[in-house]
């Protein structure tokens, strides 16, 4: 009976380890990837983690400016977030009602929030030059525009950046996650079943 | 034994017993019951992530949770009979259940593992905000879906109920202090052979919660599902009231893992109050900025781990106190008294909620409507502040009130009425300091929660 049970014990134990494994990489993948823009003489990469920002819930955005020119980073540059803007077919135009930033930065006349240059996050260096707007929601899904503007020796320039935001679905992977493991349980409820039958 | 007489048994209405006879009962209290929580699944997984548009996160958090601190105070683990996860583990099991005996190490850890998973899911609210979000309680809900379902599978009755439910063991202390109570007439029950009510016959299954009626001290473990009413051939189940709290001095048998978890709900609830208050991110902050850690999320652990700890702390003190009339052993003490503070740990509980409740209920009701593409926007609340206030302040007094008679009488049960004044003496400072602390809570305004 033991001799049965243990390649079970083995098959179940390797499902859940990929289970969870598959439930961790959804959640990183979802960090990676960002876009890039010219402006003037920065070359500037735009992350945000999520990376598929969601209605109502804080995301981050993440800056590398390098100089256009060398592709050395820029530090020390003053980095505003302007406010967000919906596009034109968007009900609320040129609002920025739907967007806030709750990282308790000070704003501008304009409205706009500084960055702050990060050499690190918790115990993982950043690449020279990133630039960080921690709790960031939007509370309308739909496409955003994101004025950011940059200001250091090598001049002043705006980038614009488009950002959609979706609607909260539902989390796939965990329900798929908790799915599964009953199912597995399950499968092996009714092994056990059988057997004592 | 004339204090074990009661003149009231439930049973004897014969509408109301031919009712809890009936097949009826629990299931049309159950279909009730799983078909919102249906609807709470899927909302809160699929749903609206603004907490204050999601009708799951508001019948959850603004009507279920705050109403079953009274129904437990009212009529013991009824709940837990009805209970939706109950449905799907009785189902579950019925369809594909191995029904394995229970592992001697659930039986025998089972409620440190409550314990533990209680002080955790506490602690995760706050570090990634599960009443706040609608996803979040989506999660809960569907990992104790998945842990019913599993230990369905694999085990026979109501494992998860009985072992594993932290809100089972939450409603097991609750209702020890409440006004009802399923017994058995051990006199009957001496002359049974066949001990249906445990075992099952053609009528009902056995209990689900692995109890003998006729040894049944406590309401901890009754989810009054009726199972022994129908199945007992001998007419031995009586359903009646007593006394409120009256359960705490008449016990015999005191587990200290069940005291751990009454006394660790006082810093529980007192964190939930403090949480809630509108001085709490100007607190927190300064806990910051004093101990130098610049992150609110260790800066809330150590504090969490504080509030926790020093009920227990100060349990323990005063029973090393009150050891030299008992000549107990503290482990035995802390296990007679911990009991006690339950009246104000459920007291607590109901003010704190009692607030959502009244000035939050009706967001059930927008939220609701809000299904059918109805937008209702207006106030939420009841009645007015400063009613609920008072109300509050009613409940934390009774509760301590309570707590203190408890501690009183355990003494005077279990050590004679001379010695029990200096006995409870020690138990008696803790338990008023517990209810100033809570009362003061309440003296100050508290966030919504929608």
Redesign the interface.
């Given at each position: 009976m033991n001799n049965t049970r243990k390649p079970m014990k083995k098959i179940l134990l390797s499902l859940s380890l990929l289970l969870l494994t598959l439930a961790f990489a959804a959640n990183t993948m979802a960090a990676s990837g960002g876009l890039e823009q010219d402006a003037g003489p920065y070359h500037v990469t735009m992350q945000t983690n999520p990376e598929n920002l969601i209605v109502n819930q804080a995301g981050t955005m993440t800056m590398i400016i390098k100089n256009k020119a060398t592709g050395q980073p820029v530090t020390g540059a003053k980095v505003m977030m302007m406010p967000s803007t919906m596009d034109s077919n968007a009900s609320n135009s040129g609002s920025m009602a739907g967007m806030d930033m709750s990282s308790g930065m000070d704003k501008d006349k304009q409205g706009g929030s500084p960055m702050q240059e990060q050499s690190s996050m918790g115990s993982m260096a950043m690449d020279p030059g990133t630039y960080m707007m921690q709790g960031m929601t939007f509370n309308q899904p739909g496409q955003w525009n994101q004025a950011i503007t940059i200001t250091s020796s090598l001049g002043a320039s705006t980038v614009n950046f488009p950002i959609t935001v979706g609607k909260s679905g539902p989390n796939f992977v965990l329900i798929g996650s908790v799915a599964g493991v009953v199912v597995i349980i399950g499968m092996f409820a009714a092994f056990l079943k059988k057997k004592k039958n | 034994m004339p204090s074990n007489k009661q003149p009231i048994n439930f049973l004897n209405y014969p509408l109301l017993k031919r009712f809890l006879k009936s097949s009826l009962y629990p299931s049309i209290f159950q279909w009730i019951t799983v078909l919102v929580f249906g609807v709470i699944m899927v909302e809160t997984?699929?749903g609206p992530?603004?907490v204050g548009e999601n009708f799951g996160s508001a019948a959850t958090w603004v009507l279920w949770w705050p109403l079953i601190p009274f129904f437990f105070f009212l009529l013991g683990r009824f709940w837990c009979g009805i209970c939706p996860f109950g449905w799907v583990s009785d189902q579950t099991q019925k369809l594909?259940?191995?029904?394995?005996k229970v592992p001697n190490f659930i039986r025998k850890y089972g409620l440190w593992i409550i314990d533990i998973t209680f002080i955790l899911i506490t602690w995760s609210d706050h570090i990634w905000g599960i009443v706040e979000s609608p996803?979040g309680t989506?999660?809960l809900l569907?990992?104790i879906?998945?842990g019913v379902?599993?230990s369905a599978?694999?085990f026979e009755r109501r494992v998860w109920c009985r072992y594993l439910c932290f809100l089972g063991s939450l409603s097991g202390n609750y209702s020890r202090a409440g006004m009802l109570e399923l017994r058995a007439d051990k006199a009957k029950c001496k002359t049974c052979k066949t001990k249906d009510c445990y075992k099952g016959n053609v009528k009902s299954p056995g209990c689900p919660m692995f109890e003998f009626p006729m040894t049944m001290e406590n309401n901890a473990n009754c989810n009054l599902c009726g199972n022994c009413i129908k199945s007992c051939p001998n007419d031995s189940i009586r359903l009646t009231p007593r006394k409120p709290t009256s359960e705490f001095w008449s016990m015999t048998r005191a587990h200290f893992e069940e005291s751990f978890l009454a006394i660790v709900i006082v810093g529980i609830v007192f964190v939930q109050n403090i949480t809630m208050l509108d001085f709490y991110p100007s607190f927190l902050k300064w806990v910051e900025m004093t101990l130098g850690i610049g992150n609110e999320n260790i800066a809330f652990t150590v504090l969490f781990i504080f509030a926790m700890t020093t009920p227990v702390l100060l349990l323990f003190a005063a029973t090393a106190f009150a050891k030299r009339f008992t000549g107990e052993s503290l482990r035995n003490s802390f296990a007679r008294f911990g009991y006690a503070v339950i009246p104000l740990d459920l007291a607590s509980h109901m003010a704190h909620n009692l607030f959502h409740l009244l000035a939050e209920g009706k967001a059930t009701y927008y939220t609701f409507m809000g299904l059918f593409g109805v937008h209702i926007e207006g106030s939420t609340s009841f009645i007015a502040d400063p009613t609920i206030q008072i109300m509050q302040y009613f409940l934390v007094i009774a509760g301590t009130l309570g707590s203190l008679y408890a501690a009183y009488r355990i003494a005077k049960n279990n050590y004679g009425a001379s010695k029990a004044l200096s006995i409870a003496m020690p138990y008696l400072a803790v338990i008023l300091l517990f209810g100033i602390l809570n009362f003061l809570t309440f003296t100050v305004r508290m966030s919504m929660r929608m």
């Amino acid at each position: 009976m033991n001799n049965t049970r243990k390649p079970m014990k083995k098959i179940l134990l390797s499902l859940s380890l990929l289970l969870l494994t598959l439930a961790f990489a959804a959640n990183t993948m979802a960090a990676s990837g960002g876009l890039e823009q010219d402006a003037g003489p920065y070359h500037v990469t735009m992350q945000t983690n999520p990376e598929n920002l969601i209605v109502n819930q804080a995301g981050t955005m993440t800056m590398i400016i390098k100089n256009k020119a060398t592709g050395q980073p820029v530090t020390g540059a003053k980095v505003m977030m302007m406010p967000s803007t919906m596009d034109s077919n968007a009900s609320n135009s040129g609002s920025m009602a739907g967007m806030d930033m709750s990282s308790g930065m000070d704003k501008d006349k304009q409205g706009g929030s500084p960055m702050q240059e990060q050499s690190s996050m918790g115990s993982m260096a950043m690449d020279p030059g990133t630039y960080m707007m921690q709790g960031m929601t939007f509370n309308q899904p739909g496409q955003w525009n994101q004025a950011i503007t940059i200001t250091s020796s090598l001049g002043a320039s705006t980038v614009n950046f488009p950002i959609t935001v979706g609607k909260s679905g539902p989390n796939f992977v965990l329900i798929g996650s908790v799915a599964g493991v009953v199912v597995i349980i399950g499968m092996f409820a009714a092994f056990l079943k059988k057997k004592k039958n | 034994m004339p204090s074990n007489k009661q003149p009231i048994n439930f049973l004897n209405y014969p509408l109301l017993k031919r009712f809890l006879k009936s097949s009826l009962y629990p299931s049309i209290f159950q279909w009730i019951t799983v078909l919102v929580f249906g609807v709470i699944m899927v909302e809160t997984l699929a749903g609206p992530t603004n907490v204050g548009e999601n009708f799951g996160s508001a019948a959850t958090w603004v009507l279920w949770w705050p109403l079953i601190p009274f129904f437990f105070f009212l009529l013991g683990r009824f709940w837990c009979g009805i209970c939706p996860f109950g449905w799907v583990s009785d189902q579950t099991q019925k369809l594909f259940g191995a029904n394995l005996k229970v592992p001697n190490f659930i039986r025998k850890y089972g409620l440190w593992i409550i314990d533990i998973t209680f002080i955790l899911i506490t602690w995760s609210d706050h570090i990634w905000g599960i009443v706040e979000s609608p996803r979040g309680t989506g999660t809960l809900l569907l990992l104790i879906l998945g842990g019913v379902m599993v230990s369905a599978l694999l085990f026979e009755r109501r494992v998860w109920c009985r072992y594993l439910c932290f809100l089972g063991s939450l409603s097991g202390n609750y209702s020890r202090a409440g006004m009802l109570e399923l017994r058995a007439d051990k006199a009957k029950c001496k002359t049974c052979k066949t001990k249906d009510c445990y075992k099952g016959n053609v009528k009902s299954p056995g209990c689900p919660m692995f109890e003998f009626p006729m040894t049944m001290e406590n309401n901890a473990n009754c989810n009054l599902c009726g199972n022994c009413i129908k199945s007992c051939p001998n007419d031995s189940i009586r359903l009646t009231p007593r006394k409120p709290t009256s359960e705490f001095w008449s016990m015999t048998r005191a587990h200290f893992e069940e005291s751990f978890l009454a006394i660790v709900i006082v810093g529980i609830v007192f964190v939930q109050n403090i949480t809630m208050l509108d001085f709490y991110p100007s607190f927190l902050k300064w806990v910051e900025m004093t101990l130098g850690i610049g992150n609110e999320n260790i800066a809330f652990t150590v504090l969490f781990i504080f509030a926790m700890t020093t009920p227990v702390l100060l349990l323990f003190a005063a029973t090393a106190f009150a050891k030299r009339f008992t000549g107990e052993s503290l482990r035995n003490s802390f296990a007679r008294f911990g009991y006690a503070v339950i009246p104000l740990d459920l007291a607590s509980h109901m003010a704190h909620n009692l607030f959502h409740l009244l000035a939050e209920g009706k967001a059930t009701y927008y939220t609701f409507m809000g299904l059918f593409g109805v937008h209702i926007e207006g106030s939420t609340s009841f009645i007015a502040d400063p009613t609920i206030q008072i109300m509050q302040y009613f409940l934390v007094i009774a509760g301590t009130l309570g707590s203190l008679y408890a501690a009183y009488r355990i003494a005077k049960n279990n050590y004679g009425a001379s010695k029990a004044l200096s006995i409870a003496m020690p138990y008696l400072a803790v338990i008023l300091l517990f209810g100033i602390l809570n009362f003061l809570t309440f003296t100050v305004r508290m966030s919504m929660r929608m």
